[in-house]
């Protein structure tokens, strides 16, 4: 059992016979009244995002979840294809569950699933992932100074706000929290 207290972001935890995940937690005092503790939560099995409300003195299940590295194959309408390079054997994950997460992951790459009772849930993705830009217009040399962007393709698709210094081909280092352009890539 886990104290609803203890909710922090990226604690998995188990209510009403569902997972969830915590994406962003506060807890709220009210003068003499008790303590609540309101949690945004994703559901890990339909993907859809909810507000829960505990008591700060209520205890949920603590969930336990098994992490596989597995190798990202490719994604088709409905769902996303890994492989265990191990035993060969392939896992599909539903598109709706993962869909956050593709757009960081490169085919052929090696991704961490997290697995409860055998079903796979959501994938484990690191923070920050290093990814080529593709197409953007030319840099501008000289104005690193100044906080204006532009556009970017990157490699897998996604469009990210860049400095005007970036150009084609360089490595960015992007946050898969937010999607957003952190560093150039070392």
């Avoid at 393709?153 to 400095?163: D, H, Q």
Wanted: some cysteine; charged content about 30%; glycine content about 8%.
């Amino acid at each position: 059992m886990i104290n609803s207290t203890d909710l922090k972001n990226g604690v998995t935890f188990l209510t009403n016979g569902k997972p969830y995940k915590v994406i962003k937690y506060s807890h709220i005092k009210m003068g003499r009244g008790g303590a609540i503790v309101r949690v945004t939560a994703r559901n890990l099995e339909s993907g859809s995002v909810e507000e829960k409300s505990f008591s700060s003195n209520v205890k949920v299940d603590e969930l336990t979840l098994q992490k596989r590295k597995l190798q990202f194959l490719y994604k088709d309408a409905s769902c996303a294809v890994f492989m265990d390079p191990k035993s060969y054997e392939q896992v599909e994950v539903g598109e709706d569950i993962v869909r956050e997460e593709l757009p960081f992951i490169k085919e052929g790459g090696e991704v961490n699933l997290l697995f409860w009772d055998d079903k796979a849930l959501t994938i484990d993705i690191p923070p920050k992932v290093v990814l080529r830009v593709d197409d953007t217009p030319p840099g501008v040399k000289g104005n690193s100074a100044a906080n204006i962007y532009k556009q970017a393709t990157l490699e897998n698709g996604l469009l990210v706000k860049v400095p005007l210094f970036i150009n084609n081909g360089e490595r960015i280092v992007v946050d898969t929290r937010t999607g957003e352009y952190v560093e150039r890539a070392k």
